[in-house]
């Protein structure tokens, strides 16, 4: 792995495996608890904001750029909208509030987008780690507006009627949640080079394992917990991924940079190829209709949900 990270080692692998379990735990916990996720994604968040990060997370920091900030505060508004989603009926009927997380995600990615593109044209130190500006910035942006573009089915959310009152979003797929794994990465890797260990790798493994094994339908409301929950912890601890002993630097090799951004690019050029072609197909209307109902993933989650 030299040509991706410096100094990946048996107690990295371990450190990495306890971070990874430590957020799908997490993410158990508050979206199994209602008062559990208030506490963590509101209260802890209104202290901290004051007490914290306002001293951690600086100017010269690895966690001190306009992104990081609106990271953090967008993935908390998500989160506590998916929890209203969830348990307040009244709320989980209306249009607009269904449409909020399609439209947080988009905007969500376009952040990313957005910083991909500045980064195209930087180069050595900055914000706190080396950037390697390329092409390969501009390959990844194009693929997370693809990204944005195959978004679909947000009108058919609702709460599910397990316990956990979880908010399902039936026609995000596993065909959507891969390209969109392939695109973040790549940002990381390009974007956040040092943080892309963590804040890449074990993160997106923190929501695509619960999607695929614990609780389908509901890929959002596990990303945006870990997010949460990781935006947080690195925001008040920016010495664990920035020089301590379990820090993983990137190796910032050119052919790595053109790998990633290219494997994204083609995941999201065949998310959106095959997304149209079912669009055409059926004669569906991307803003109203849900996309993928024929599938047998979407019928599994609402076989389990409702």
């Not at 001293?55 to 990081?68: I, P, R, Y």
Request: net charge positive; charged share 15%.
């Amino acid at each position: 792995m030299d040509y991706i990270f410096q100094n990946i080692d048996g107690t990295i692998l371990l450190v990495g495996l306890a971070v990874l379990l430590s957020l799908i735990f997490m993410n158990e916990v508050v979206r199994r608890n209602k008062y559990a996720a208030l506490f963590f994604f509101l209260v802890i968040p209104i202290i901290f904001s004051i007490f914290v990060w306002p001293n951690t997370a600086v100017k010269g920091s690895s966690v001190g750029t306009w992104f990081d900030w609106a990271k953090l505060y967008s993935v908390l508004t998500i989160s506590l909208i998916m929890m209203a989603i969830s348990h307040v009926k009244k709320l989980s009927t209306k249009k607009f509030m269904l449409m909020l997380p399609a439209i947080l995600l988009a905007v969500n990615i376009m952040e990313a987008v957005i910083r991909d593109f500045q980064v195209y044209s930087m180069h050595g130190f900055q914000d706190g780690m080396i950037l390697n500006g390329g092409p390969w910035n501009i390959m990844n942006g194009i693929a997370g507006i693809l990204n944005i573009l195959a978004i679909s089915g947000w009108l058919g959310i609702f709460a599910s009627k397990s316990k956990g009152k979880d908010m399902v979003w039936p026609d995000q797929i596993w065909v959507w949640v891969i390209a969109y794994d392939f695109w973040n990465f790549a940002y990381t890797y390009n974007c956040i080079p040092n943080h892309s260990w963590y804040a890449g790798l074990i993160l997106l493994l923190s929501s695509l394992i619960p999607f695929l094994l614990i609780k389908k339908g509901v890929w959002l409301q596990h990303r945006a917990f870990t997010l949460a929950f990781w935006m947080m912890f690195a925001m008040s601890y920016p010495s664990f991924i920035d020089n301590s002993d379990y820090a993983v630097k990137s190796s910032n090799n050119e052919t790595s940079l053109m790998v990633f951004s290219s494997l994204a690019l083609l995941a999201n050029i065949l998310l959106i190829s095959y997304h149209i072609y079912r669009i055409r197909k059926y004669k569906l209307n991307p803003l109203k209709d849900e996309i993928y109902s024929d599938t047998e993933a979407y019928k599994t989650v609402i076989k389990e949900n409702k």
